[in-house]
């Protein structure tokens, strides 16, 4: 673990790291940071695909927790409920955004009244390049950057957060089989996406 | 029900039901005797055989990213700590 250094072994369990939570204690805070902080930055950024918005979300998330840690019951793991305030943050970010957001095909209009169209760069893969190098890792964010945010936050939450599809319904507060259905709709879309890249 | 490997192949319902079952088959959900129907249809249907082997690929190269996380730049993690009022943990910069 690189940054800054913190004694993880303060708290020997959850239930420790807990108590001290609730009773306030800045050690057991900074253990919870050190121990959680970097999950929920790449959540945050897989579903956002912006370090300063995933940088806000990463602070919400943390205020919001160690003001309302006396409200956590234990009813599910620590990390489970950080990363549905995480993921709920994320998702509010993203209906923020979509007020703000303008269409690749929409043209800029210049100064003189000429308008221009924007580059998209062309991601195109030889087909036996299916390796994790930085290229495919790109290909694969964008794509999944692309997919529509209910069904990215499961995507996101099940198939590399590796959460269960129980706890992914529990993370977003939604029933298991809409989970199903969202992690179907986004599984094929996905593949679609992809599929230029992978005959 | 999904068509079996027997009848003749068009596109009907049962490419649609193949496209229904295929998570619960891939997540290893699917009642067994709907893997065999399903695994029938694959065998004749190249259609739904591509859907399935390019859903494959590409949750395999998802499951790598597992593995490849972004990572929590330093600048990042300090400004966390000073916005949780932290900062007593944040090493001094040398004067």
Redo the contacts between chains.
């Keep these: 673990m690189t940054g800054i250094e913190i004694d993880l072994d303060i708290y020997p369990d959850e239930a420790s790291l807990l108590e001290a939570l609730k009773r306030g204690e800045p050690e057991a805070c900074a253990c919870l940071v050190k121990q959680y902080a970097p999950r929920v930055y790449a959540i945050a950024i897989r579903m956002l695909n912006d370090p300063d918005d995933a940088e806000e979300v990463l602070q919400e998330t943390f205020i919001s927790a160690c003001k309302n840690i006396h409200k956590f019951e234990g009813r599910s793991a620590l990390g489970t409920w950080l990363h549905r305030i995480a993921t709920n943050a994320a998702l509010m970010h993203l209906r923020k955004r979509k007020h703000r957001e303008v269409s690749l095909d929409e043209p800029i209009e210049m100064a003189g009244g000429e308008d221009i169209y924007r580059e998209v760069e062309d991601g195109s893969l030889a087909p036996d390049d299916h390796a994790m190098n930085s290229e495919v890792r790109d290909m694969l964010e964008k794509a999944i950057a692309q997919l529509p945010e209910t069904l990215r936050a499961v995507f996101i939450l099940r198939e590399i957060e590796g959460y269960s599809t129980e706890e992914t319904a529990n993370i977003l507060g939604i029933s298991v089989s809409a989970t199903k259905v969202r992690l179907h709709r986004a599984r094929l879309r996905l593949r679609e996406l992809l599929a230029p890249y992978l005959a | 029900m999904i068509m079996s490997a027997q009848s003749q192949h068009t596109h009907t319902n049962s490419c649609h039901e193949v496209?229904a079952h295929?998570?619960d088959y891939?997540d290893g959900e699917l009642a067994p005797e709907l893997c065999e129907a399903l695994e029938a249809h694959l065998e004749v249907c190249e259609d739904c055989r591509v859907?399935f082997d390019?859903?494959n690929?590409?949750?395999y190269?998802?499951?790598?990213?597992?593995?490849?996380?972004?990572?929590?730049?330093?600048t990042?993690?300090?400004?966390?700590?000073a916005?949780?009022?932290?900062e007593?943990?944040?090493?001094k910069k040398p004067e």
């Design positions: 496209l295929l998570n891939i859907v390019t859903l690929k590409t949750l190269l998802v499951h790598q990213l597992r593995n490849t996380s972004p990572q929590l730049p330093e990042v993690e300090y400004r966390l700590f916005v949780l009022n932290l007593q943990f944040v090493p």
